[in-house]
């Protein structure tokens, strides 16, 4: 029989292409509203926030098109795989980020997915800026240049 493990705590999944595709200013954690058989399936490490956003609706605000799987103990309680879920924020909050994102067009893009010490799943968001294809290109230069510069110096000693 396979054994599965648990994540009590720690990154259930992480947009590693978030940082390479925007310019993150600001980063702010929030909670997120799950039902039961979303949080059992992310104790099993099955989530995929990669093509994920959040967006204002009123005063709340909704973490769109993350997809969590459905959990396979469920029975016929499951829910919907790319439902939308709302992020718990204080008002002043909403109201900052969303005033952002509307006036300086900026977006909110999820880096992680993970549980705190204390087992709640929470959703790290960054208010980010598009880069255009140079800046992406100059990105890539500067990494690689750092990564040949680590190297020579670990050569030399």
């Known amino acids: 029989m396979a054994k599965s493990t648990l994540i009590s705590h720690g990154r259930v999944a992480e947009n590693r292409k978030a940082r390479f595709n925007y310019s993150i200013e600001d980063t702010i954690e ?13 104790r099993l490490g099955r989530a995929t926030i990669s093509d994920s956003f959040a967006q204002p609706e009123g005063r709340e605000m909704f973490l769109v098109n993350c997809h969590i799987p459905m959990y396979q103990g469920g029975g016929k309680f499951q829910h919907e795989e790319l439902r939308k879920r709302r992020l718990l924020l204080h008002k002043k909050q909403i109201d900052r980020l969303s005033a952002a994102i509307q006036r300086e067009g900026m977006t909110l893009v999820p880096l992680a997915l993970f549980f705190n010490d204390k087992g709640i799943a929470k959703v790290s968001l960054g208010l980010a800026k598009g ?27």
């Open 131 to 157: 880069r255009k294809h140079q800046d992406r290109r100059e990105a890539i230069k500067t990494r690689e240049w750092n990564r040949q510069k680590s190297r020579l110096m670990k050569d030399r000693g």
């Open 30 to 42: 929030a909670g997120i509203v799950l039902m039961g058989s979303e949080v059992k399936s992310l």
